[in-house]
């Protein structure tokens, strides 16, 4: 007997309406998806990009600063950096 080598051991319920349950067969159904499939692929994307997205982040006006001057400060070289992308690559 073969097992299934990804065993899912979490369950998910929700309440829907009729109509919104209606809709979300439809749409599985033209990925040719049962419902579980299509919602766990839709809403895992969803959540990938929900957290993609999460790019604030707060500082103190002291630390904002120090963050703004370093950004605007011109680099320094690197030289084992610049030495390493002038060797041929292995590849």
Request: zero cysteines.
């Given at each position: ?6 065993r ?17 067969q439809?749409a599985?159904?033209s990925?040719?998806k049962s419902?579980?499939?299509f919602l766990?692929?839709s ?5 990938a ?8 982040f707060k ?7 120090a963050?703004v001057a370093?950004?605007d400060?011109p680099?320094?070289p ?7 992308l002038?060797?041929p690559s292995?590849?």
């Open positions: 007997m073969a097992t299934s080598p990804k899912r051991e979490d369950r998910l319920e929700i309440r829907l309406p009729a109509a919104a349950k209606e809709v979300l439809r599985a159904l990925q040719d419902i579980s499939a766990l692929d809403g895992l994307t969803a959540a990009e929900a957290l993609a997205e999460r790019r604030e500082l103190s006006a002291k630390h904002y600063d963050f370093a950004l400060a680099s320094e690197k030289p084992r950096l610049a030495k390493l002038r060797t292995a590849l």
